[in-house]
């Protein structure tokens, strides 16, 4: 199974401000990597796929890069709405896998 | 809008069954690969388990913590798909999401269903 590894487990940025969430995998996905957004209670929701396609409805904000086993996640101009836990996933290889999460926070 | 709502989750005692369902409006739903995931309180996402559309033999698969106890199964004319757990032990209590699969991407997830494992 591919492992992935988030980093920074927690995040605290200030609105307005850009935040960087870096995902690693164990070996090479390509470009089969998937962002989420979490908020407490809530379903995750899928912002990225493809490592840099934005999903239906998401802003222009974010943006993901990376391709092999390096990817980033870039929210641009933090609103309050992005305060939330944020995971990745491969889907190159079965199973599926997904990251720790990054929780970003208020600063 | 594509829509799937869990029911079924509940208390139950270790060693019990349970079955949920994940029902689906919006999109056709025998078209697409189905799969359950797991959030333990307060920890991460876990896959648990897949089945193929039957155009692709409606084949399974299954995370080992799960393997040779949860079922997964899918009724294309009603447009459910189902989980079902037997010998549930504590380490299952986790909220339970079904997603849309497109290969081995979630796209679309339902609220989730709370299950809880406990005497």
């Known amino acids: 199974e591919i492992v992935m590894t988030q980093s920074p487990a927690t995040l605290s940025v200030s609105p307005g401000e850009r935040a960087t969430l870096s995902c690693r995998a164990s070996?090479?996905?390509?470009?089969?990597l998937a962002w989420y957004q979490q908020k407490p209670g809530q379903a995750p929701r899928l912002l990225i796929y493809?490592?840099?396609t934005r999903a239906t409805g998401i802003p222009a904000r974010f943006t993901g890069s990376g391709s092999e086993t390096e990817f980033t996640l870039t929210i641009s101009s933090l609103q309050s709405e992005d305060f939330a836990v944020y995971y990745c996933?491969?889907?190159?290889?079965?199973?599926?896998?997904f990251g720790q999460g990054t929780n970003l926070d208020i600063k | 809008e594509v829509q799937l709502v869990e029911s079924g989750g509940g208390l139950v005692q270790p060693g019990r069954s349970l079955r949920l369902s994940c029902t689906t409006s919006?999109?056709?739903?025998?078209?697409?690969?189905m799969s359950w995931f797991r959030q333990a309180p307060g920890k991460g996402l876990e896959w648990v388990s897949f089945?193929?559309?039957?155009?692709?033999?409606?084949?399974?698969e299954y995370a080992a913590s799960v393997k040779g106890r949860f079922t997964i199964s899918r009724d294309d004319s009603n447009t459910i798909a189902y989980l079902q757990m037997n010998s549930l032990r504590i380490e299952d209590t986790a909220v339970y999401y079904c997603?849309?699969?497109?290969?081995?991407?979630?796209?679309?997830w339902g609220q989730g269903t709370m299950v809880t494992v406990s005497s």
């Open positions: 089945i193929r559309s039957e155009a692709f033999g409606g084949t399974t």
């Open positions: 919006g999109s056709t739903f025998g078209d697409y690969a």
């Open positions: 996933q491969q889907y190159n290889n079965w199973p599926c896998s």
């Open positions: 493809g490592a840099s």
């Open positions: 070996q090479s996905v390509s470009g089969n």
């Open positions: 997603a849309r699969m497109l290969g081995w991407l979630p796209d679309i």
